[in-house]
């Protein structure tokens, strides 16, 4: 086998492969003598089919299968001898079969060779937080809201209270789509439900029948509702206040945490710590990942960029019918998701240059402290440990991680690092972003 290279563009590669001897004819007919048993022809038993009547029938099959053979075979080794990766799948350019010798010539594109990894001049804001008191305490009344009860009230509805009511909406006597509703809960002045129609229900009582009538608001979400006069005929069932449970024993035996009050102040301090640590780690990562395709330009082949847009596509797909969603009339266009693919391609080629160049390994402590960290959460710590630990998928996974974060630290080790004050809140609201 002869392999020649060309270059046809600054990442586009021709490759032509000569097979000597490759007695396609003899292949072919040797196929053909194969299949001959199986072949079923009217006017003939099985395996007594004439050779020239198959060949006639089966030829060009036969003929295809045994060059795409040829090619995919003798590609796979041309790659090989010569140490070449290709960035995505080769397209055959050309094939010349006359003789006993074949000819191919396939093109494709390769990665770019980055050379080195500037980082001169790069300035990192760097965020730090930490937990107070006031973020527990915080932390602590959320818990009660969550756990909130609702005691009935015999008089008339005021702000805060909890109502709950029945309704059916109409335009124009027409009952609409979505303004239905049965024992829904509103607390108002919460936004449950649009103010115009939450302001109404104030000064209402239980077993009440009462009309709302209100306007939609111009940007409202239902396009077919914007701006639309509606009437809603409504029926209280209650009224109620809102009972927030005591911060004791009890209600920390209700969040799952024996000790009392303290052990419960401790116990959501460790967990919004580790929250904290894991939104601060990637929201610094971002930045140094955001600095490394910045400050260093890659020119990319089109087809690791394209597949890794479908990629996105898919991804973003997936997260809209999780949040049940039906993608199907949504007009989805791999192009709108390319910025994003290239972004990552090019970080994943720099990320690969400084694993290369200075021998990055998964250091075994901080790879145990990742999966130690993941377990804390969990009931049973040392079984999550183990299964991370004898599952060589999720291990390898958790190393990749360490690596990156590896990375991480080299390219702040060598840039400039301001760090920037925030509060817990602040991180946490942005990662929602």
Same mark, same amino acid.
């Given at each position: 086998m002869q392999v020649t290279v060309e270059n046809v563009s600054e990442l586009g590669r021709r490759m032509t492969v000569t097979v000597e001897d490759a007695n396609i004819e003899q292949a072919v007919q040797e196929r053909l003598k194969a299949?001959?048993?199986?072949?079923?022809?009217?006017g003939f038993r099985p395996g007594k089919v004439p050779l020239k009547m198959i060949e006639s029938s089966h030829g060009p099959i036969a003929r295809r299968d045994?060059?795409?053979?040829?090619?995919?075979?003798?590609?796979?080794?041309?790659?090989?001898?010569?140490?070449?990766?290709?960035?995505g799948p080769p397209h055959i350019?050309?094939?010349?079969?006359?003789?006993?010798?074949?000819?191919?010539?396939?093109?494709?594109?390769?990665?770019?060779?980055?050379?080195?990894?500037?980082?001169?001049?790069?300035?990192?804001e760097k965020v730090v937080a930490q937990v107070t008191d006031e973020d527990v305490d915080a932390m602590l009344e959320t818990l009660r809201q969550q756990r909130v009860s609702w005691e009935p009230l015999k008089r008339a509805a005021k702000e805060e209270d909890g109502v709950t009511i029945d309704f059916v909406g109409s335009i124009d006597g027409e009952e609409f789509q979505g303004g239905k509703g049965t024992d829904t809960l509103v607390v108002l002045g919460s936004g449950t439900m649009l103010p115009e129609f939450e302001n109404q229900l104030i000064g209402t009582k239980a077993g009440q029948q009462t009309t709302i009538t209100m306007t939609?608001?111009?940007?409202?979400?239902?396009?077919?509702?914007?701006?639309?006069?509606?009437?809603?005929?409504?029926?209280?069932?209650?009224?109620?206040?809102?009972?927030?449970?005591? +911060?004791?024993?009890?209600?920390?035996? +209700?969040?799952?945490?024996?000790?009392?009050?303290?052990?419960?102040?401790?116990?959501?301090?460790?967990?919004?710590?580790?929250?904290?640590?894991?939104?601060?780690?990637?929201?610094?990562?971002?930045?140094?990942?955001?600095s490394l395709t910045a400050n260093n330009e890659v020119s990319l082949p089109e087809s690791p960029v394209l597949?890794?847009?479908?990629?996105?596509?898919?991804?973003?797909?997936n997260n809209l019918r999780n949040q049940g969603v039906n993608v199907e009339g949504i007009p989805f266009n791999a192009d709108n998701f390319k910025d994003s693919a290239k972004q990552r391609v090019a970080l994943s080629l720099l990320i690969g240059k400084i694993i290369s160049d200075n021998e990055i390994k998964p250091d075994e402590n901080r790879v145990r402290e990742v999966i130690d960290g993941i377990a804390a959460s969990y009931e049973d710590p040392e079984d999550v440990v183990k299964y991370y630990m004898n599952d060589?998928?999720?291990?390898?996974?958790?190393?990749m991680m360490?690596?990156?974060?590896?990375?991480?630290?080299?390219? +702040?080790?060598?840039?400039?690092?301001?760090?920037?004050?925030?509060?817990?809140?602040?991180?946490m609201n942005s990662a929602l972003a």
């Open positions: 299949i001959r048993p199986t072949v079923k022809m009217a045994v060059i795409d053979h040829l090619v995919q075979t003798n590609m796979q080794q041309a790659f090989i001898q010569e140490s070449i990766n290709p960035a350019d050309s094939m010349d079969d006359e003789g006993t010798s074949f000819k191919f010539s396939l093109v494709y594109d390769v990665f770019p060779e980055v050379q080195e990894i500037k980082l001169d001049n790069v300035e990192i939609f608001p111009d940007d409202y979400r239902a396009e077919h509702l914007r701006g639309k006069e509606a009437s809603f005929a409504v029926t209280v069932k209650s009224v109620a206040k809102k009972k927030l449970p005591k +911060l004791d024993k009890e209600f920390a035996e +209700l969040c799952g945490v024996e000790g009392g009050i303290a052990a419960l102040k401790q116990e959501v301090k460790a967990n919004m710590m580790r929250e904290l640590a894991s939104n601060l780690k990637a929201k610094n990562k971002r930045k140094v990942m955001d597949r890794e847009a479908e990629y996105l596509m898919e991804q973003a797909k060589q998928q999720k291990l390898s996974e958790i190393q360490v690596v990156e974060d590896m990375v991480v630290d080299w390219v +702040l080790d060598r840039v400039k690092v301001e760090e920037k004050s925030s509060t817990f809140s602040e991180v």
